[in-house]
């Protein structure tokens, strides 16, 4: 018996054309429906897409059938020529398996049904098939990649996203969740929605109507702490199977739901507890992966465990398929932005621990590694598009929650290469950055972190975390518009100044129309040549050198950035956010600059000599991250 395993999406889940090549490739779509596709006359559809083609190579490791041969079921208003492709990524090519010639079947509705097995023995990442119209354009549905495998266990998966004043987004997510999933007789009774609302603002009738949907109303604890409260009800209702942790400002597609939960129930022994690491796409560049596995660094710094990738380019989605970690790697993790793992973990391994916003997916991956060797499932078509890290600068979170978080969280579950010297240096190296930019209110915000790190676990027995996020966003720098900064240009070329903010020795200038004209382009081309031949410096603490008070550079805010060249005789600089429209105007200071890289290093001291409080977070774990402390957690946050 045939059982569909993947379904090619034709319809995006963005309203943008411009992702349209991530699911289907044609040069003439006269629609795009529901239910349908229709492609002119003479014309083709390419399914060897992100989202189009069947991932023949995971699907025979995840399930350990070896000789699983995938059968491709489409249904056309008109005959259609179809032609089975695949892509291998050491030949780095799409390659032609067959044509199928085979006369296909009439449906009771005058639908031509083509039902097509690959051939055997094909050892090749991805596998699809192009449609060729001949003088009559068609239809196609009912599109599916099939295959006769048994089916190992039924999978039930609670969905748990927890929100906290995002009603438009979160509402958005859950009317797509219970049209496609929970009021669909063939998804509805495998999944359930649980939405944790630590702003108490979503109305009751978001679950009206159905069962399926949970809305708990809950104090605002952050992101550990709504997951936390997720979990919680996933083990204490008794129904899933497996939980899928997912933030609640994503766009996500159905499809990647229904492929997460086919091959949970069709995965071997050796995958069956094995966690679905969802990619991160950006909102800002619909095609680019930015991460779905994460690895620890030695430093305790993170990074993608892939580099990234364009995903409406064939190398790339087969490069995406190719690149799978070795078993039981150590040091990665699974963020949960979408994040599916059996419930029985969470019985084993108790809750989060109450780090309010980031890094909790880190640790609980780190203390289940403990354990056990983590293994992950990633997939072409099972992610989430959410807003790119470079793009949402917040220093109160990627400054004092990072710094204070990777402290806590290496403590809570310390890492076997952990090492408090190499720790204190990556914060050093980046309080140093922070001086370099004179952005002195993150080079505060770190010492607060660790000030606050040394607190101790007690400290964190109760709902603290709001009030602390309040006061490192007060600390934060302010940004302004434009226009009430004395000094600053009317305007701002956002490709400019992220074309040379790094390197270039020069002040970017407000808009002018000439910019877009040759002249303009030519400056461009220039400024690339010189940064592609000029050596790279290394990056050392600032030294005092003279410099122009008046002389003022534009760069911009975010923490990321490196414009040591140009600031290195300025004193004023003009940080701008990434829409061009809003700043802050920061002014050297390099008093204030000792002064804070003194106040650090006595801090450092503190955490080089001072084991105490290492032992007493790693004593506590147990009691803070158990189902008798959250609950006292959440009740008290209510209050």
Same mark, same amino acid.
């Given at each position: 018996m045939l059982v569909d395993l993947s379904r090619p999406v034709w319809?995006?889940?963005?309203?943008? @054309? #411009?992702?349209? *090549?991530?699911?289907?490739?044609s040069p003439s779509y006269s629609g795009v429906g529901e239910d349908s596709l229709t492609i002119g006359s003479h014309s083709y559809a390419d399914f060897m897409t992100y989202f189009g083609a069947f991932s023949l190579k995971k699907w025979r490791l995840y399930?350990?059938?070896?000789?699983?041969?995938?059968?491709?079921?489409?249904?056309?208003?008109?005959?259609?020529?179809?032609?089975l492709t695949e892509m291998i990524y050491r030949r780095l090519e799409k390659r032609v398996i067959c044509e199928v010639d085979d006369e296909p079947l009439r449906t009771q509705n005058g639908w031509y049904r083509y039902v097509v097995s690959y051939p055997e023995g094909l050892d090749a990442q991805l596998v699809s098939f192009t449609v060729t119209t001949g003088d009559a354009s068609a239809?196609?549905?009912?599109?599916?990649? @099939? #295959?006769?495998? *048994?089916?190992?266990?039924?999978?039930?998966?609670?969905?748990?996203?927890?929100?906290y004043l995002k009603e438009q987004q979160v509402t958005k997510n859950i009317d797509m969740i219970r049209k496609e999933l929970l009021e669909k007789e063939e998804w509805g009774n495998h999944f359930h929605l649980t939405v944790v609302d630590n702003g108490r603002t979503l109305p009751d009738s978001v679950c009206s109507g159905t069962s399926a949907i949970t809305l708990i109303p809950n104090g605002n604890v952050g992101g550990a702490g709504g997951f936390a409260a997720g979990m919680i009800h996933a083990v204490e209702s008794g129904w899933a199977t497996h939980i899928l942790l997912m933030d609640d400002d994503v766009t996500v597609c159905p499809e990647s739901f229904k492929r997460s939960l086919r091959l949970l129930e069709y995965a071997s022994d050796e995958y069956a507890t094995a966690t679905i690491a969802g990619a991160m796409l950006s909102t800002a560049n619909f095609e680019?992966?930015?991460e779905d596995i994460g690895v620890i660094r030695p430093e305790r710094s993170l990074r993608p465990f892939k580099p990234r990738l364009i995903m409406d380019r064939e190398y790339d989605i087969t490069f995406n398929e190719e690149l799978i970690p070795a078993s039981g790697t150590e040091g990665l993790y699974s963020a949960w932005w979408y994040s599916c793992f059996p419930v029985?973990?969470?019985?084993?391994?108790g809750l989060p621990i109450p780090l309010f916003y980031r890094r909790d997916d880190v640790e609980y991956a780190t203390r289940i590694q403990e354990k056990e060797p983590l293994k992950f499932i990633t997939l072409n078509g099972v992610c989430v598009w959410h807003d790119a890290f470079d793009l949402r600068w917040n220093a109160a979170v990627e400054v004092y929650l990072a710094t204070r978080n990777m402290l806590i969280q290496e403590a809570f579950t310390p890492d076997a290469g952990y090492s408090m010297p190499a720790m204190i240096q990556l914060m050093r190296d980046n309080l140093i950055k922070h001086g370099r930019r004179f952005d002195y209110a993150s080079m505060e915000l770190t010492c607060d972190a660790i000030e606050d790190y040394l607190k101790g676990p007690d400290y964190y027995r109760h709902p603290v975390g709001e009030e602390l996020f309040k006061q490192a966003r007060s600390k934060a720098e302010k940004l302004q518009p434009l226009a009430?900064?004395?000094?600053?240009?009317?305007?701002?070329?956002?490709?400019?100044l992220e074309q040379t903010a790094n390197d270039e020795n020069i002040v970017p200038e407000a808009v002018k129309p000439a910019d877009t004209e040759n002249g303009g382009i030519i400056r461009r081309i220039v400024r690339r040549i010189k940064r592609s031949v000029r050596p790279q410096k290394m990056e050392t603490a600032p030294k005092q050198e003279s410099f122009d008070h008046n002389k003022m550079v534009i760069i911009p805010n975010d923490g990321w950035c490196r414009p040591w060249r140009i600031m290195q005789h300025a004193g004023k600089a003009l940080a701008v956010d990434t829409t061009g429209q809003h700043a802050v105007m920061r002014v050297r200071d390099?008093?204030?600059?000792?002064?804070?890289?003194?106040r650090f290093e006595r801090l450092a001291k503190q955490l080089s000599e001072d084991t105490t409080v290492r032992q007493a977070y790693r004593d506590s774990r147990g009691g803070m991250t158990s189902f008798?402390?959250?609950h006292g957690y959440l009740e008290e946050a209510k209050r």
């Open positions: 319809k995006p889940s963005l309203a943008s @054309c #411009a992702i349209l *090549p991530l699911f289907v490739k399930t350990g059938v070896d000789d699983l041969t995938p059968v491709l079921v489409l249904e056309s208003s008109s005959p259609v020529h179809i032609t239809a196609l549905r009912n599109i599916s990649y @099939c #295959a006769d495998v *048994p089916k190992r266990r039924d999978i039930r998966i609670e969905i748990a996203t927890t929100t680019m992966q930015q029985q973990r969470i019985k084993e391994n009430q900064i004395p000094g600053a240009p009317d305007a701002i070329d956002i490709f400019e390099d008093q204030r600059n000792e002064e804070l890289r003194n008798e402390f959250w």
